[in-house]
């Protein structure tokens, strides 16, 4: 029991991670249907660049954070300006195709401008073990799950109630009709990829010190995250989410119960499993158009 | 006429070639026509039937380890050889089966999920793959007394494949199914309401596909002479689908254009492994953005240009 409470908090905290990096894989599908196969990229990139700022540079903690925030803003700006606007009239496997290329260039770049080995971050979190009644479990992971659920609220909320949120909503319904309503859709469009690179960029921060800062993690993290939305449903937010910890908590019991040996392997299998039962998502709503 | 001696030219100056070249080249060269058979498939699949596949490694993968390991049970390689395709295939047409309901980026992540597994098959089930340090001691064919173990004489095997790949490819692609290939590509409804069964031929572009890919396999292993997982990752894949991008999707020129650039390129400009990727990704790029036809185009214009000076070809 001990055990399962353990690998169970590991397992959520892992998710919540995935959980964030899908949140803004759905949000840019809904507002513009674009899929970007760099999205694990887009938490790579901030990873080094708060390694670039905090340690090398020595900034302290506060403003590197922010500056690495404004980095990768600027980053998905640059993305939905330069690469995006111009592809998107070309369709699905277009974007799909140039986003790998973006992922490439953008791992292989690392590579080359700055080193191919496994940096290490220091821990954000105090991670002496805290004992309860026989449960041993690491403050880092409460810490990554309750920091992150906040940002979700927040986001949701954001979404929910603001102006901009509902603005939003609306470009995902429907663009003409949110035109017709005085929504400005090519600022809507920037800010959700803006957004999405933001919430990237915070996945980043907590992911760095767990995974380690290595220029090809953004793989396995793009494809989980993109496992995510799918099994969790792609047309809600919720289901990023739902999804998300799916994936946490599956590859963590998954390899802690059954085998090690192919911890990576099992989230593809689960893509299969939901595909075949439920190819909506889990709490996703049935749509024409896939 | 003249379309006869341009290409006999060529494949003169192919098969003179190994004299001039040292070793490693010559093993670079054999190596992109490997490469080029298993592009050629990719672009049924992709280029002409729109069906995105990033797992056509796997399929390669399988024709590698086909060959290898029935040779090491005491198999022809004439006999394996043709196994090495149909088992790529039969994988392809499995593979195939989810392409039936999902497309473009769901396809993409499914085909990619199907890379990553077969990848962690290759490293995990040692008894049969020899796990992560794979299968070595592969040997090369001989007919009678002709005898393909030198890199020298193997290249000509692999010259006359890449050769009978490329006319099979361009035989395919103007029989019914690759007009039922583009059909489907180009807008599977209409395809359909003229009676073109899209299950049939979406699940027929990934086994063909496939076939080229494990038949590449299959003659790749006793090129390298030893095969481990590594060579059949996701990045190989994406390596594929580079080529047939930059050379031109939906065009026979288009995969030979592409193997020559990404195999050669990096050789010729004598770059580092990363640094070549990053030139090829931002290539995927800007292929995208400004030049969707591919490089193929280039040779179009030329093609065009030429005959108005010198007189009419065809």
Known sequence: ?290 | MKRWLFWGVVIAILCALPRFLGDYTLYVVSLTYVYTIVAIGLNLTLGYANQVSLCHASFFGIGAYTMALLLAQGWSFWLILPLSGIFGGLFGAVVGFPALKWKDHYLALITIAVNIITFFVMVQESWLTGGPTGVSGISRPSIGSLSFASDFNYYYLLLVFCILAILASIWIVNSKWGRAFRAIGLNELAARGHGISSFNYKLLAFAVGAFFAGVGGGLFAPLLRYIAPDAFTFFISLEFLIMIVIGGMGRIEGPIIGAIIVVMGPEVLRMAEAAYLIVYSLMLILVMLFMREGLVIVLDRLRKAIPARVGSRE
Request: proline share 4%; glycine share 10%; with cysteine.
């Open chain 1, 1 to 290: 029991m001990a055990d399962f409470i353990q690998l169970l908090i590991g397992g959520v905290s892992m998710g919540i991670l995935y959980g964030v990096v899908a949140i803004g894989f759905v949000l840019l599908w809904q507002t513009s249907q674009t899929i970007n196969f760099a999205q694990g990229e887009f938490v790579m990139v901030p990873m080094f660049l708060m390694v670039a700022l905090h340690i090398v540079l020595k900034i302290p903690f506060w403003p590197a954070f922010i500056l690495m925030l404004v980095g990768s803003a600027i980053l998905g700006y640059l993305f939905e300006r330069l690469m995006v606007r111009k592809l998107l009239p070309g369709g699905v496997l277009v974007i799909v195709i140039a986003t790998l290329g973006l992922s490439g260039f953008l791992r292989y770049g690392i590579q080359i401008a700055w080193t191919p080995q496994t940096l290490f971050f220091p821990p954000l979190f105090s991670t002496e073990p805290i004992r309860l009644s026989g449960i041993t479990f690491s403050p880092e992971d409460i810490w990554n799950i309750v920091f992150i659920s906040v940002i979700i609220v927040v986001l949701h909320l954001c979404i929910k109630r603001t102006k901009l949120g509902m603005a939003m909503q609306a470009v995902a319904q429907g663009r003409e009709t949110a035109e017709l309503m005085g929504i400005n859709v090519r600022h809507i469009i920037i800010l959700v990829f803006v957004l999405n690179s933001v919430l990237a960029g915070t996945a980043a921060l907590f992911a760095a010190p767990i995974f380690f800062v290595r220029y090809d993690i953004g793989i396995f993290l793009g494809v989980k995250a993109f496992v995510a939305a799918i099994i969790g449903g792609f047309n809600q937010i919720r289901g990023a989410l739902v999804g998300g910890l799916t994936v946490g908590l599956a590859e963590t019991f998954a390899a802690a119960y059954i085998t090690t040996a192919y911890r990576d392997a099992f989230v593809m299998i689960l893509l299969f499993i939901v595909l075949l039962i439920k190819p909506e998502g889990m709490v996703g709503i049935k749509e024409e158009a896939y």
